[in-house]
């Protein structure tokens, strides 16, 4: 029941929460006998007239497929949602949309200038960056539809806008277009409002001349130079991207590898591949700030780590990839005492609860690796919890 989205083959891991919902729980029918027992669980769970079984607070690869578990399991469950569109930032601004320009990139460089040892002459490749994009955007079009149809399919109530718990068992909807809010009554309420990208001082983020991974997925035009601040997955990924359409990429980063903590002999492979490819790198360098200029472009001022004479760096478009931090703003954890970290992540238990009796949290608003198939993973796990079953415990 997943849309089926051909000409992203560069997409088979990292959406692997779209396969797993697949194969796990979206894509196949209850035998006869569970979906006996999944409707007299509905029965002797709320009605229409009574608090929600669960409210989610958050459509991203760990709030939706705890919100269609839930409607399977025959709870009645609700789904608040931010950004207009189910998936979160994986499928929306994330993996999905960057694995789209990845393979659309790939196969244009291939064809500029990876033919012509083989015999085929390609000199008038060109790139229609307006089809690209539209590519992209059809990608991400068609899985996040796909979602909003499995929600109709297991009856979970979806809400467009923003979630404010006002305390255990009410959580306020704040609608997206404006319009009365309404407060919806729950047993359980599971925050799954997932991460935003960190910002960096002194480095003001317009999405326009100095952007982050999203603005990155958005460019309306190849820009001739860009410079990428941080050399984690995602900058490396994006830089990437515009490296193969013809950008000259120099990306700067902190600390004395690439990757961040990925294993140290792969760091040093990574690093002579994208050398190797065209991308340039300015190693163990600090960013002091960065100023976009009236006349177009940006300047990125740098210094060495250890000290030494400052840089002045001239290029298009600067991207601010340093990371990402969880996202509870409006989130309302204020009202009822949850706890926070000095991290900005929610704190858990083993099996997900927060310090409020009948509030959980999952995927990257809490502990552990800013990963879909984490999120999915304990979405699926706290709705069979709440429904009296197993579940996972965390390790």
Known sequence: EIPRVTGVQTCALPISHIAFAAKMMLGRRLPGAARSVAVSARRALSTAAEPYDMIIIGGG????PAAIKAGQLGMRVACIESRGRLGGTCLNVGC???KALLHSSHLYEEAADGWGPHGISADNVKMDLGKLMQHKEKTVGALTTGIEGLFKKYKVDY???TGEILKAGSVKV???EGGEAQTLDAKNIVIATGSVPASLGGVPVDEKTIVTSTGALELSSIPKKM???GGGVIGLEMGSVWRRLGTEVTVVEFMDNIGGPMDAEISKSLLRIFKKQGMKFKMSTKVMSAAAKPEGGATLTVEPVKGGAQEVIEADIILCSTGRVPFTESLGLDNVGIKVNKRGQV???DHFATNVPGIYAIGDVVRGAM?????EEEGIAITEQIAGKAGHVRS
Do not use: C, N, R, T
């Not at 990963?371 to 999120?375: D, I, V, Y």
């Open 227 to 229: 410079v990428v601040v």
């Open 61 to 64: 690869p760990g709030g939706y």
């Open 347 to 349: 704190e858990v238990d």
């Open 371 to 375: 990963l879909a198939h984490k999120a």
């Open 159 to 161: 809400f467009k806008g």
């Open 174 to 176: 704040h609608p997206m």
């Open 96 to 98: 999905i949309p960057s």
